[in-house]
């Protein structure tokens, strides 16, 4: 099997997450995945939960991995595989999973993580941590779906 790796080093600063997005956007489609492919916006969601978390969270810069397995011959079309997604930072501490309630505007980014990637975890690195996910090339994909509560409609 062979695996392709690359990373973008992230500063602490929040406005960050949407240039780690470009840029992850753009490695997905140099892997073959369409923009508008179902999987491509499952892990940019991934990608802006994971590195969010990191920035916002810790305070510290972070590192994004990005993995691409392919189970034929590299460089074969359409070949099966796994997307890791990986962001490390130098915090120690553990991530810290919430239920949000009603109105909460945050506290939900890794039940997403949960619901939306085949696989997750931690694991401490260095002087920090690495946050993983993984999702399978080939496999069902999961699209969040966002339901109406009562009374969020407007009232004509």
């Known amino acids: 099997m062979q695996v392709l790796q690359v990373q973008l080093e992230v500063g602490a600063d929040p406005a960050e997450v ?8 753009s490695r997905l489609i140099g892997s073959g995945l369409e923009d508008d492919e179902p999987l491509a916006e499952t892990l ?11 920035v ?5 810069p972070a590192v994004l ?17 796994t997307v890791r997604v990986e962001v490390a930072d130098t915090s120690t501490r553990p991530p810290q999973p919430r239920h949000a309630e009603g109105e909460d505007t945050g506290g939900r980014g890794l039940e997403l993580v949960d619901g939306l990637a085949d696989r997750w975890g931690w694991q401490p690195e260095g002087a920090g ?11 069902p994909v999961m699209v969040p779906a966002i339901q109406e509560q009562p009374g969020d409609r407007a009232r004509l």
């Open 18 to 25: 949407g240039r780690a997005r470009r840029w992850a956007r």
């Open 44 to 54: 940019i969601l991934l990608i802006s939960e994971l590195v969010t978390n990191a």
């Open 56 to 60: 916002v969270h810790t305070g510290c």
């Open 65 to 81: 991995r990005m993995l691409f397995g392919t189970a034929g011959p590299a460089g074969s079309p359409g070949s099966a595989g």
């Open 129 to 139: 941590k690495r946050i993983w996910c993984e999702v399978d090339r080939g496999g």
